[in-house]
């Protein structure tokens, strides 16, 4: 893997290295691990410098975790996270953790009131998408950390060990990294949905479901429209990609702009293509007995990572720490990889999934080559203006 991206030309390496944007999916996997009763923070334990919290990890043996449904490896007969199963019998510590990222705007809705006043939001660790994780970061929400409680943060993939918004990952770590694309009913389009013609032809009116996270949704558009969603494209140029987005849900082609609930429409029936995200089809494709697949579009998908943040009211910071070294070991990196279908971000974890699956070892959507990304690029930064007016006309074009 390092030796392909390396390979890159500098500018394609340079792009997979900037901010990157972000994912996620829906199905009754089990929401909450953990059996504790979560207690009231007590006293004693480390202070955060100049927020006043108190780490009560010692004697507080509990972490509680935001993360986005399908995320993590689940045991669908014992109804268990097996990794998480493992980290609590070698620590101790009750995990809690709870499927309530839909989206990365509505979840910051959710908790931003109370990080603003320093309120406890009940999460220890949440996993948004690198454009909020700089959120986060940039207004003082989230905790820096310490590294000598998270030994494996050495393992990180090298190209995600520098990020713009985190230069040397002083106060995140990845999770998962992933691509936007087309996914598919493969028994409704049997000959698959490599292109935007194909995702709108005439016998899918009325079915296509497409993304509420504008970075993916607009920047699979903008690059069917010839335009580098990573360059500097024009407000002309993102308003374009908005009108075409607005053309198709008038005309009755896109059915709903979801979140992670996307795949309930797969599911059920009601959709039977989507923009989607890599790692959900290839789940909901395993689940369903081969039913859904994915693809990179022709003319170009996305690439996004989402981070793990210990949010600045979080009072079991340390407890944290040691849930994240766990999930940058290379065999249990393997094992979430092998379950969710994802860029794994940890670099020696391939030979660990050599040994549970080869033929996902081998997989360009778990560890891609350079010629996969080549074909996806990274939504760019945007400014605070561009941000506002940006999101406005997609809330706008929407119905939000």
Sequence with gaps: MKRDIESLAPETRALIRAQLTRRSLLVGAGAVVGAGTLAACGTGGSETEGAGIVDVSDTEK????????????????????????????????????????DDNNSFYGKVQGQLAIGSD?????????????ARFIEQGYAQELDAANIPNK????????????????????????GFAGFGWNVQKIPKGVRTMEDLFAPANKGRVVVLSELRDTIGVILQYQGVDPSGPFTEDQYMNAIDFLKGKIADGFIRKVRGNSYSEDLVNGDAVAVIGWSGDLFILKSENDGKFDFAIPESGGTLWSDNMLVPSTSTHKKNAELLMNHYYDPAVAAEVAA?????????????????????????????????????????????????????AAFDEAIGN
Aim: glycine residues 4%; aromatic residues 14%; proline residues 7%.
């Design 62 to 101: 509990i972490v509680r975790w935001a993360n986005w449904p399908l995320y993590l490896d689940f045991d669908e007969d014992a109804k268990v996270y097996p990794t998480l199963q493992q980290f609590e019998s070698a620590t101790g510590i009750t995990v809690t953790y709870t499927e309530d990222i």
């Design 339 to 391: 379950y969710v279908n994802y860029i794994c971000p940890v670099e020696a974890a391939q030979p660990e999934l050599e040994k549970i699956d080869p033929e996902l070892a081998a997989s360009p959507f778990i560890f891609p080559d350079a010629e996969t990304l080549s074909k996806v690029k990274v939504f760019r930064a945007l400014t605070a203006d561009e941000q506002t007016n940006f999101q």
């Design 121 to 133: 939001i009940g999460y220890d660790i949440v996993t948004p998408t690198d454009w909020m994780a």
């Design 154 to 177: 050495g393992n990180i993939r090298e190209v995600l060990a520098n990020v713009g918004f985190d230069p040397g990952r002083n106060y995140s770590l990845t999770w998962q990294s």
